[in-house]
Nanobody
Framework: QVQLVESGGGLVQPGGSLRLSCAASGGIFSIYVMGWYRQAPGKQRELVALITSGRHTNYADSVKGRFTISRDNAKNTVYLQMNSLKPEDTAVYYC?????????WGQGTQVTVSS
């Protein structure tokens, strides 16, 4: 069983930056595909970015060039650096760990982009 704890959310002005962290415990972190998802009010949860065990990355078109996902296997942590934030990035951001048929979610962290 893997436990995921997100942190780093908050209120930021448009154009600002935030870095989200997701600390994992209870599993072999390095083998998991780690992903960040988000869910805005009234919308479905969507993939933001993911990083494989081999550090290959994939991004939603809406965040390409602005967000960067990275992982530190020594710290069992995945990060999401978010720059040039827009109001439409406002959502609850969730961390996900996946390996084969296994999948785990964190509790989410709120990101609000507003002036």
């Amino acid at each position: 069983q893997v436990q995921l704890v997100e942190s780093g959310g908050g209120l930021v002005q448009p154009g600002g930056s935030l870095r989200l962290s997701c600390a994992a415990s209870g599993g072999i972190f390095s083998i998991y595909v780690m992903g960040w998802y988000r869910q805005a009010p009234g919308k479905q949860r969507e993939l933001v970015a993911l990083i494989t065990s081999g550090r290959h990355t994939n991004y939603a078109d809406s965040v390409k060039g602005r967000f960067t996902i990275s992982r530190d296997n020594a710290k069992n942590t995945v990060y999401l650096q978010m720059n040039s934030l827009k109001p439409e990035d406002t959502a609850v951001y969730y961390c996900n760990a996946a390996y084969g048929l296994e999948g785990y979610w964190g509790q989410g962290t709120q990101v609000t982009v507003s002036s």
